[in-house]
């Protein structure tokens, strides 16, 4: 019997550092300034997905992702690190996909992958910050979803045993399959890139990847077909094109304002000690301290 | 039908918690502008007198949902209650708080109602809107208001298409207020019988444990609070130097707790905690929206920042420009000598 891991991840523009060259002279977001990166929970989930399948033989870790064709890369860096095989679910009808339309789409891509054991995903992108595709996803396909998870307790092929966040506390609970898991970032961090896994599958590739790169490699491809990473768009897992995109998108952006700050009236002040001492009598005096 | 559902989470006390009375203070604000009820959910065992904390935040009915089955909560159980409850009610609006339980149970809600969620909303408005496209216009929409894209942004986002329309925020971020403490409305129960099937109850608990916040951020009045700019842990510690000279507690920034300078439970924003202290002093914080959304009701702000441009110094009353490390040790030496 097999048992299949499903991990959900995603490429986010880099939203934490964000510098000032990051920001455009009219105040919109230059996001070619911003890196491309795994999502930081995701990466906690696939340590999450890994951990379980060092535990259970004959395991397979499967890396999913949406996104344009360049999201290829955060699949290859999942293989690295571990991972068995990964797709990419790529169109340009996605474009414009609120987190209903985004679940609908990967529901069907992992229907498509066949029966699955555990589905596993960051609990949220840091684009967005919404935490909802995981659970959103495992209500499409109707399966329970254990939110916020911080430790594997124990894992076999009957159940899998949780502990994880809760508002003030913790909680340790168990399920069987199939079960979603949503990994929280005060889980462990993921292991690093293995060797080994580097050399197997640093020609890891999609076909659009191999078009673009003019690589005429046909035969290692026929030979080592864990190599392609397959792309399926709207067509592949079937969807129906109404439920994409703007018009699937029950949330629409009605405007997108800049962040302006509005000045107060605030006394600047040098690091010099009687500037210094002189505010702490100021805050002394006004009973805001002391 | 129409009218605004407020999810109210109970506490491990089995009290209304705190998140949930704003939001049915907000409810019943945007409801007197509507002209039409709030309605709160409760889901839990052993609810009896609930009510009593619900009907003063002006909650018009009270639906209960009592049974051993649905208490802890699992997001499996909660969500079939609260969709059929909805499914019957056809609310337009429903407000969750973003706490643990709330952004468990509302995506599975929205993604079964198939209508819009917007996360950690920090403002919400009734507004009309005309899509210039469709030609077509939208009366008493509710706009819901968040940062968006790591806080340079500010999203105003709409559902014209769907109903409920489903918000979460956290707690903290709307006011509290008893809208009248006479105020008495209509108990509904809301019988559980033959509506929990096995896999609504797949995910069994094994054991809990409460451990309250070993920091109480929120309920001090002076914070001292941290951003990537203070460079290291160790400069952090001079942080903590000052807030335990000014008798206040350590907060952080997102950047901070990314950069590993200071744990999780010590993040303030949108993502965070929010504050309204007495005095923050933002140290190398140069003031993401996402920030400043969890404290810019502090009544005082001071910002050390190296950087005169930074756009925490907008919204502080005092600004200092210099380095987080030369400045605060100044702090804590005149503090001392000046404190009577």
Known sequence: MSFKIVVLAKQVPDTRNVGKDAMKADGTVNRAALPAIFNPEDLNALEFALQVKDKIEGAEVIILTMGPYRAAEIIREAM?????????????????????????????????????NLLVAGRQAIDGDTAQVGPQTAEKLGIPQIAYAEKLIEVNKEEITIKRRIERGVETVSAKYPIAVTVHGSADSCRPRNAK???????????????????????????RPYLMIEEWSVADIKA??????LSGSPTKVKTIENVVFQAKESKSLGDSNQEVEDLMIELIDGHIIG | MNNIFIYCELTEELRIADVSQELLTKGRTLANELGVKVEAIVIGHGLSGIEKEIFPYGADVVHI?????????????????????LRQEEPQIALFGATANGR?????IASALKCGLTADCTSLIIGDHEDKKAKKSYKNLLYQIRPAFGGNIIATIINPETKPQIATVREGVMKKEVYDKQYKGEIKNFSV??????????????????????????????????????????????????????????????AAVDSGFAPHERQIGQTGITVRPKLYIAC??????QHRAGMDESSQIISINIDEAAPINNIADFAITGRVEDVIPKMIKYYKKNSK
């Open chain 1, 80 to 116: 690295y690190r571990g991972a068995d095989k990964g797709y990419l679910i790529t169109d340009r009808k996605f474009a414009g996909s609120d987190t209903l339309a985004t679940s609908y789409a990967i529901s069907l891509a992992v229907k498509k992958l066949g029966s699955f």
């Open chain 1, 197 to 223: 896994k580097l050399m197997q599958f640093k020609h890891s590739r999609t076909l659009t990847e191999l078009k673009n790169e003019e690589r005429e490699n046909a035969e290692l491809y026929k030979s």
């Open chain 2, 104 to 108: 468990d149970v509302g995506p599975r």
């Open chain 2, 284 to 289: 190398g914080i140069s003031g993401a929206v």
């Open chain 2, 193 to 254: 019988e033959g509506l929990l099937d096995d896999i609504d109850l797949a995910v069994k608990i094994i054991e809990r444990h409460i451990e309250p916040p070993k920091v109480n951020i929120k309920g001090s009045q002076i914070i001292v609070a941290g951003g990537y700019g203070v460079g290291s842990p160790e400069n952090f510690k001079l942080l903590y130097d000052l807030a335990s000279v000014l008798g206040g507690e350590v907060g952080a920034s997102r």
């Open chain 2, 65 to 85: 949902a009592d049974d051993k089955n649905l208490s802890p909560f699992t997001s499996g159980a909660h969500a079939k209650v609260l969709i059929a409850i």
């Open chain 1, 240 to 245: 129906d094109v109404e439920a994409l995109g």
